[in-house]
């Protein structure tokens, strides 16, 4: 499937949606690796004991 959306983005006419393409491919790499492998419980409220 990677090479379908690789193929589609180089392959449009406009290379403003290439640009598009590629910096929300790269916005959601950061922000994966911003928030790190253990994002279970991530939002989850404090319990108090």
């Known amino acids: 499937m990677g090479n379908f959306l690789i193929a589609g983005l180089t392959s449009t006419p406009a290379p ?12 959601f790499a950061i922000v994966g690796l ?7 419980g991530m939002n989850a409220p404090e319990v108090k004991k």
């Open 16 to 27: 403003t949606a290439v640009l598009v393409g590629v910096a929300s491919i790269a916005l």
């Open 34 to 40: 911003m928030v790190g492998p253990d994002y279970d």
